[in-house]
């Protein structure tokens, strides 16, 4: 119904504007309506578009977080040890956990001793324990 309605429109203006060209010398109320009326279909045509997408799109919101880290029993001072190389990011394995963990400074290898430094809110900054021999 809306499209045939937009189509009538455009034919319309475009009709009244060969009418001014062909028939009808300089501006007259043919020219001025056919320019409206293809002016009113434009417009009706970019709400239809609108409305069609409005109906197609997902209206639902997305709520899921990323990379939470539950740090509940897990303080600064723990210790635990890589389970892959920290360059800088890597896992670490702390209380029989595997998570994610942030080198301090520079890269650790893998089956290192760490202990934990400060813990973001996503984020376990680590440094590794040298051992003294």
Known sequence: MEVT???????????LLIVEVVVLPGVTVAGIGGLILIGCSVFLTFVLRAKTWDKLSLHSEIDGKVNVVDTNDIKTGDRGMTVSRLAPIGKIIIHDKIMEGKSEFGLIDENKEVEVVFINESTIVVQEIKSSL
């Open 5 to 15: 309605f937009i189509v009538l429109l455009i034919v319309i203006g475009l009709a």
